[in-house]
């Protein structure tokens, strides 16, 4: 059986599932069966059979697993929003067709992704520029605190999202190039192995943007998340794991310095240790959250059981009857651990956890450093995004802002994520058509 | 480079781990304390959406509390009424989302909300079954309580009537008591009242037993050997006890008088010197017996249950305490605190030969498919042998016939009971009224114990005809 074929098998079980989602609760919702369900999951196979298709025709080696997977999450998002609320779903399906056009659109424009190391800085530059823009003043949005929106009329946009691409793609082509330097000068100072002072320089660079990003943007979420992927690359890029502990170092020291002296930073810890010294204001969400978790068990309580609102309250979603502050972005994981119980969440965490192996095996296949980086630190990137947030809900982390992939509740959010899997099946494909050409020589 | 890939992989999965180990946490092995957590008002919004089963009194006709849907479709709650107002105040409580629940209706929520195990209510969520609450007989008797509560009529006080062979609770009673259903909107002034309505003195008021406890005494000296009913003590008025003269009532002389009569006209210098001669261990050793020094074990709220026994500071003293005046505390004097279920619990023993069973407030209950589960009781402990309590219930009988009890004497029906009168203020003349007893004597089908706080009566005068008329309405019942 071909990759391709494999991939389309794959998609079926993703169209059955949501269809069973939204008959769930059209039957918990309205307690009759319409063929809604049916026109609904029919709808979202046809736009994953779409995107197949361009996958098939464009990358036909690429990585058979990875867009199942990924349109399972997608799934699981699309009946979850749903589930909270109509209109969310509507817009989400919306941004879902977007995503796909932007994920095709890379797909047939940047055949040749290599090219991306020539603009390097160029691109550097605008991952951030972009970081930035939640700050410029008219544009900007805060939301919790966090500068991490920016606002053009009714559309907000979550920019670190397509960031966090541009700065994997810069990091890739850098390290890649400097990462004979950075081993071979590498000198012992002190029983620690430190890189050479010169080529020091831009790795302090990305622990100051980092620093940046929890001071200037205020959102330990996204600079846990970058210097997280950073970290991971420049681990693979130079086999050096005492690189790796003094950034974390840099990165602990840093942390609990701007923890210590900016007001917000240092909530956010004191929640995360103590959620129900004040559960009833600053601690609520997350305490709400466990609450939530508490009410799932093992098998959940089934979808659109949660309890998100208070009963006979009515107000403008989402936050004036929360029961569950953010349901649909920041927590959507405690819904879905009450609803979908333990054994939900788990195939969910496992799902993030497949797609990883899908992106590291792409970065092992993958021929040249470029390449293998590139892959690394998308990979990365994305699974730390989704450990950041479950972290959060499940208080191994302080909660923050972040999304979580292809599931929450968020167009910026899906958009990027489709990018980056564009990227990671072009990668495949070059490294799996290599290999199979390979096996047919031999 | 491929290592260090593999090796970072395996470092994503320890984190993914360390979510799925943190979710389990959370969802599972933690999940009962956060329901328990106050600030998780989950529990009582969910609960508020089951149809809580009905508390019937023991006929299985009478409803002390039904649920009651209010609203429609999602927005569908039940709430609860109680159709007999008052009558049950204290023994079955309440249950409110905005107060909480005491009484019965707390400590059987399990079973009136119809939880069960994780895996029954999947099986029920799988077959598409609604939670709904089993219905519980309570083990209290309509006539009873009305009669009880008439009985007092307004005097402050409490009455328990206990099935002496099962530890049935069929009265369960005191004033003043509260309507339920004022919960919601009066609780802050009830809880405020200085008569303290919502306080269920039946289980949690510390009251000196006076006299009743003599039967405790007694049981002692008998059960252990000490003496038996022919035993001989000076009668005389004062004796020095502890160093401190102690007098009959009214400074009454008797002679060299048996136990019998001793117990007949409730000498107390009889009495104080059998204490002595027993001693604190002895005494001690029985009043565990008979579930003193302990939290009775009645299927109630352990936040309303107090324990019975000799009380410094707010703590119970164990049998070792020098602060013990065992001489006055075989007379229900000294540090003595004991709540009217605990005296009931006492003469339920000498009822039932012996044999002190544990007390009850439920009988049956019936889930919603019809299925019943009848209580079935337990023995507390034995007290005493077959014939301390015989001996002990033909003295009783005398008390009642010729003695300080006679205002309880039911016609052709053999009563043992025991008065006691607590001098509370000498000078004002304010006394702890008791009466403990059970009928028929020879085969007694209910124990009670009527008290009345703050009287000028007696337990003679005062609670004796309470006993008496609980005592008339059950075994009329019974005959029926």
């Known amino acids: ?442 | 480079m491929n290592t260090q890939i593999v090796k970072l992989f395996g470092f994503i999965l320890i984190l993914y781990a360390l979510l799925f180990g943190f979710t389990s946490y959370w969802s599972i092995f933690d999940a009962d304390n956060l329901e328990a957590n106050t600030a998780n008002k989950r529990p009582l919004l969910e609960e508020e959406r089951i149809d809580r089963g009905e508390i019937l009194a023991h006929d299985e006709k009478t409803v002390i509390a039904r649920s009651v849907p209010k609203g429609e479709g999602d927005a569908q709650i039940y709430v609860r009424q109680y159709p007999e107002g008052d009558l049950y105040g204290n023994p079955i409580g309440y249950s409110y989302v905005e107060r909480g629940r005491v009484g019965t209706e707390l400590d059987h929520n399990d079973e009136l909300v119809g939880n069960k195990t994780e895996f029954l209510s999947i099986l029920d969520e799988l077959q598409g079954h609604q939670q709904e609450g089993s219905t519980l007989v309570s083990s209290l008797d309509p006539e009873a309580q009305q009669t009880a509560l008439d009985a007092l009529g307004g005097q402050k006080g409490s009455v328990v009537a206990m099935v002496p062979s099962t530890g049935e609770i069929r009265a369960m009673v005191n004033v003043p008591t509260y309507d339920p259903n004022d919960i919601p909107q009066d609780y802050a002034e009830l809880n405020s009242d200085r008569n303290a309505p919502l306080f269920n003195r039946a289980t949690q008021a510390g009251y000196q037993p006076g006299s009743t406890m003599k039967l405790v005494t007694a049981t002692a000296a008998l059960d252990s050997g000490e003496a038996d009913p022919d035993t001989t003590l000076s009668g005389r008025s004062p004796v020095e006890i502890s160093g401190v003269p102690l007098e009959n009532s009214g400074g009454e002389q008797f002679g060299e008088i048996d136990m019998t009569t001793a117990l007949t006209n409730s000498v107390n210098t009889w009495w104080a010197q059998m204490g002595e001669q027993l001693g604190t261990d002895t005494m001690y050793k029985y009043m565990d017996r008979f579930g003193f020094n302990e939290e009775p074990p009645l299927d109630y709220p352990d936040f309303q249950l107090a324990i019975s026994g000799e009380y410094a500071d707010g703590k119970v003293l164990d049998a070792g305490s020098d602060q013990i005046d065992v001489g006055r505390m075989a007379i229900g004097q000294d540090k003595l605190n004991v709540t009217p279920l605990q005296m009931a619990m006492v003469v339920s023993a000498i009822a039932n030969d012996g044999e002190l069973m544990e007390p009850r407030l439920w009988s049956k209950t019936i889930d919603p498919d019809g299925r019943e589960e009848e209580m079935s009781p337990d023995r507390q402990s034995r007290v005493m042998s077959d014939d301390t309590a015989n001996a002990i219930t033909s003295m009783m009988q005398d008390v009642v016939n010729e003695g300080t009890g006679t205002a309880a004497a039911l016609s052709g029906i053999d009563v043992a009971g025991k008065t006691g009168t607590a001098e509370i203020d000498i000078e004002n003349n304010v006394n702890q009224a008791w009466f403990v007893g059970f009928a028929p004597a020879d085969d007694p089908d209910i124990a009670v114990a009527a008290t009345v706080e703050r009287t000028s009566g007696f337990g003679g005068t005062v609670a004796a005809p309470i006993a008496k008329q609980v005592m008339e309405v059950i075994l009329g019942e019974e005959g029926d």
Not at chain 1, 128 to 152: C, E, H, S, Y
Not at chain 1, 232 to 248: C, D, E, K, N, P
Not at chain 1, 316 to 336: G, R, S
């Open chain 1, 1 to 442: 059986m071909s990759a391709r074929t494999r991939e389309l098998f794959a998609l079926i079980p993703v169209g059955l599932l949501v269809t069973a989602g939204f008959t769930a609760i059209f039957i918990t919702q309205s307690e009759q069966l319409g063929n809604l369900s049916v026109l609904y999951g029919g709808y979202f196979l046809a736009l994953c059979v779409a995107a197949h298709f361009v996958i098939r025709a464009r990358l036909p080696d690429a990585d058979p697993f990875l867009f199942p997977l990924v349109a399972l999450l997608a799934a699981f998002g699309v009946v979850m929003l749903y589930r909270l609320d109509e209109g969310l779903a509507r817009n989400q399906a919306n941004w879902f067709v977007l995503g796909l056009l932007l994920f095709s659109l890379t797909i047939f424009f940047l055949r040749d992704y290599e090219a991306l190391e020539r603009y390097r800085y160029l691109i550097a530059l605008t991952g951030i520029g972009l970081l930035m823009l939640p700050r410029v003043p008219g544009i900007g949005a805060q939301t919790n605190d966090a500068f991490l929106a920016i606002k053009f009329g009714a559309v907000t946009f979550q920019p670190t999202e397509i960031a966090k691409i541009a700065i994997v793609v810069f990091l890739a082509s850098y390290l890649n190039e400097r990462r004979e330097v950075l081993v071979v000068g590498a000198r012992n100072v002190a029983g620690i192995v430190l890189p050479p002072l010169k080529h020091l320089g831009p790795l302090l660079v990305v622990w100051g943007a980092a620093m940046f990003m929890l001071v200037f943007i205020r959102d330990l979420g996204s600079s846990l998340m970058f210097f997280g992927a950073f970290l991971a690359m420049i681990y693979v890029a130079t086999a050096r794991i005492s690189f790796v502990l003094v950034g974390v170092l840099m990165f602990v020291i840093g942390s609990w310095f701007f923890a210590s002296t900016i007001g917000h930073v240092q909530e956010r810890f004191d929640i995360w240790l103590d959620p129900f010294n004040e559960a009833e204001g600053n601690g609520f969400q997350i305490a709400q959250s466990l609450f939530a978790q508490a009410d799932g068990g093992l098998f959940g309580r089934g979808l659109g059981e949660s309890l998100v609102q208070l009963p006979k309250c009515s107000g403008d979603f989402p936050n004036q009857c929360a029961i569950l502050p953010a349901p649909h972005t920041d927590v959507i994981y405690a819904v879905i651990v009450n609803e979908l119980g333990l054994f939900g969440a788990g195939a969910v965490v496992l799902i993030y956890a497949l797609i990883a192996e899908r992106g590291f095996k792409t970065a092992v296949l993958a021929e040249d450093g470029f390449s293998k980086l590139l892959a690394t630190g998308l990979t990365s990137i994305f699974a730390l995004q989704a450990f950041v947030i479950i972290g959060g809900v499940t208080r191994v982390i302080p909660l923050t802002g972040v999304t979580l992939p292809f599931i929450s509740y968020g167009g910026s959010s899906i958009v990027a994520n489709f990018i980056l899997l564009a990227l990671l099946l072009l990668i495949s494909d070059k490294a799996r058509r290599r290999l199979r050409r390979e096996e047919a020589q031999a």
